[in-house]
Nanobody, 112 residues
Framework: VQLQASGGGLVQPGGSLRLSCAAS??????MGWYRQDPGKQRELVAV???????IYADSVKGRFTIWLDNAKNTVHLQMNSLKPEDTAVYYC?????????WGKGTQVTVSS
């Protein structure tokens, strides 16, 4: 499966960004977003199952919203009230039958 992510960039603290990731195939189990700082482990940001169940990292609850467009095999992540600590490379994840497929990362930088 091929994953095409879009929407990263530079934003001031308190601002918003939307990330999107389109999969070349139908959603099987779940899609989500992870992020990684240099020298740190990749961490979960938000995941959504095909049925619509969601999991969020505590650090983003109430600020980020994830949703699926099943018709377009696309996952979206709306990020509001962004903080400098949200700065990272964000990776799209597509999970099918217990296997994770990763998109190329997209940089999100929150800075004044």
């Amino acid at each position: 499966v091929q994953l095409q992510a879009s929407g990263g960039g530079l934003v001031q603290p308190g601002g918003s960004l939307r990330l999107s990731c389109a999969a070349s195939g139908s959603i099987i189990n779940a899609m989500g977003w992870y992020r990684q700082d240099p020298g740190k482990q990749r961490e979960l940001v938000a995941v959504i199952t095909k049925g619509g169940s969601t999991i969020y990292a505590d650090s983003v609850k109430g600020r980020f919203t994830i949703w699926l467009d099943n018709a377009k095999n696309t996952v979206h992540l709306q990020m509001n009230s962004l903080k400098p600590e949200d700065t990272a490379v964000y990776y799209c994840d597509y999970r099918a039958y217990g296997v994770d497929y990763w998109g190329k990362g997209t940089q999100v930088t929150v800075s004044s």
